[in-house]
Nanobody, 121 residues
């Protein structure tokens, strides 16, 4: 069974930065896109960012210029660099892998369990 695991979440102050990591624990996802989603308490899960196998990136409007996603050279680990964090960024952050990628949640087949990011004012 393919598995994804997020790490790097925590409690930070507004203006701080965090780097989330997503690693494949059982296999590589050759040809897959890797997406980041987040879900705040009481809200729907929403798209944050995605990176294709070839390195192309897509960002939700609300994180453009603030978050950056990247992939390491072996493409088994993906990162979400989160800068200038705001209380509105508080959410559980998930990574997910899918063949087609994009911004639509249903395109992603494999999901990590999520990591909590809490931003205090």
């Amino acid at each position: 069974q393919a598995q994804l695991l997020e790490s790097g979440g925590g409690l930070v102050q507004a203006g701080d930065s965090l780097r989330l990591s997503c690693t494949a624990s059982a296999r590589t996802f050759s040809g897959y896109s890797l997406g980041w989603f987040r879900q705040a308490p009481g809200k729907e899960r929403v798209f944050v960012a995605a990176i294709t196998w070839s390195g192309g990136t897509t960002y939700a409007d609300f994180v453009k210029g603030q978050f950056t996603t990247s992939r390491d050279s072996d493409k088994k680990t993906v990162y979400l660099q989160m800068n200038n964090l705001k209380p509105d960024d508080t959410a559980v952050y998930y990574c997910a892998a899918g063949r087609s990628g994009g911004t639509v949640e249903s395109a992603y087949v494999y999901w990590g369990p999520g990591t909590q990011v809490t931003v205090s004012s």
